[in-house]
């Protein structure tokens, strides 16, 4: 009790934890997912458990000058001390990562990776659709302005029909509207058996300006096509050919029917390093086919037919080394989180893009940013700041 009484004492001792609450308070970090957090924690801490008892002394020696007052008073500023700082500090100090998913969104979720050796402001890519007529020409331009917009990658539709046909190659070149845009060339890996080789890949890629080409596997399509080129034998060591010596690094995509872990091993031994699964679950060349084809039966028979996206992408994540592609039914951001929580570095949305490339480049640009919104909501809720924390999460039955 003497030591209540001491009035010098307890001012001491309440200046002192007041100077190491504002230490506390000034070195307290914005998130918890900042190191600083923990011992800022510790000074509030410090600073409340040496306040609080030189306040009471300092109530209890001023007591005989105003009795009831002084101490109530004291009681209440105390609470009110208590209430503010301990529960923040508590938490900061035991359990920081209690306060992560209200803290992540401080941190600047980000969505930014590598890909190709260059900076992507999302982990999007708009898959391969179109190019060889006027109408294609136009939807080009507003996926690629879009995507300078926006910072994603694009991939554009096959360029069989510009290879056999120069005139129609100007609605494929869309540099010009896209002059920083991660751009991926494309040709079907079947036209390997149907007379173009490394020379024809060398031509897509420099036509375009492509930092990347695609070969698409489409068995499926080309069989139920009328006109379909259906011989895929002995296509893996022309796509081993065409990697070593096309002077861009390859992708290999399927286009809805998705891709083995078996598939993607065996391309890997060829030297390919970035697979897309285009899974089952999108868009259905089945059905587009056959309906051309006038045939509808069959597409419904094969709609279903291949590796849905999820179980793709989880056997496809498994080869070591591969950068991994999620696509094939993925239709916003929250299917892009998950797909790429399953293992997948980036995500491809092809049909989702259609409507807004036949409208203005300004669509495309809000549908990438809308999806971007979606997936960075999801991390926030997740209290992950980084793509590579996102693809440690683990997705649970339901989720
Ligand atoms: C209109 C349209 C045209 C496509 N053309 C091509 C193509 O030329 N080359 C290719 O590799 N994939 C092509 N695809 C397949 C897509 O790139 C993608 O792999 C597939 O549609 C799955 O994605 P989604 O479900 O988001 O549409 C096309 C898809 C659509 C919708």
Not at 143 to 166: F, H, I, M, N, Y
Not at 250 to 272: D, H, M, Y
Not at 356 to 361: D, G, M, R
Request: aromatic share 4%.
């Amino acid at each position: 009790m003497n030591f209540f009484r001491n009035q010098r004492r307890t001012g001491a001792a309440l200046l002192l934890g007041g100077l190491l609450l504002a230490a506390g308070y000034i070195v307290m970090p914005t998130t918890s997912l900042d190191d600083a957090i923990v011992p800022a924690s510790w000074l509030i801490l410090f600073g409340v458990a040496l306040g609080l008892p030189g306040l009471a002394g300092f109530a209890l020696g001023q007591r005989a000058a105003a009795p009831r007052s002084t101490v109530t008073g004291a009681f209440l500023i105390g609470l009110g001390i208590a209430m503010v700082t301990l529960p923040a500090a508590l938490l900061g100090a035991f359990d920081r990562h209690a306060l992560d998913d209200t803290d992540a969104y401080h941190a600047s979720v980000s969505g930014t990776i590598e890909f190709l050796g260059r900076r992507l402001d999302a982990p999007l890519l708009i898959s391969s659709m179109t190019g060889g007529t006027e109408m294609a020409g136009r939807i080009n331009r507003n996926l690629a302005a879009g995507a300078e917009r926006t910072g994603v990658a694009l991939g554009l539709g096959s360029q069989r029909k510009a290879l056999e046909d120069p005139v129609k190659a100007d609605t494929f070149r869309v540099r010009e509207v896209a002059p920083g845009v991660v751009l991926l060339a494309n040709l079907g890996a079947v036209q390997l058996n149907y007379g173009m080789g490394v020379r024809e890949c060398r031509q897509a890629v420099e036509m375009i300006g492509a930092d990347a080409l695609i070969l698409h596997l489409n068995a499926l399509q080309e069989a139920i096509q009328p006109e379909g080129q259906g011989n895929f034998s002995g296509l893996l060591p022309k796509i081993g050919e065409v990697v070593r010596e096309v002077g861009v690094p390859v992708v290999v995509k399927e286009i809805g029917c998705g891709i083995t872990e078996a598939t993607a091993r065996a391309l890997a031994a060829q030297g390919v390093r970035i697979v897309d699964t285009a899974g089952v679950g999108g868009t259905s060349w089945a059905r587009i086919e056959a309906a051309r084809a006038r045939d509808l039966e069959i597409g419904e028979l094969f709609a279903g037919w291949g590796l849905p996206t999820p179980e793709s992408v989880r056997q496809v994540s498994r080869v070591e080394g591969l950068t991994v592609i999620a696509s094939g039914g993925v239709r916003n951001g929250l299917d892009a989180a998950k797909a790429i929580a399953l293992g997948a570095d980036l995500a491809g949305l092809a049909h989702p893009f259609l409507a807004p490339a036949l409208e203005s480049a300004e669509a495309v640009a809000d549908k990438v940013r809308r999806t971007v919104r979606e997936l960075r909501i999801c991390m926030f809720c997740l209290g992950v700041k980084t793509i590579g924390e996102l693809r440690t999460k683990k997705l649970v039955r339901g989720s």
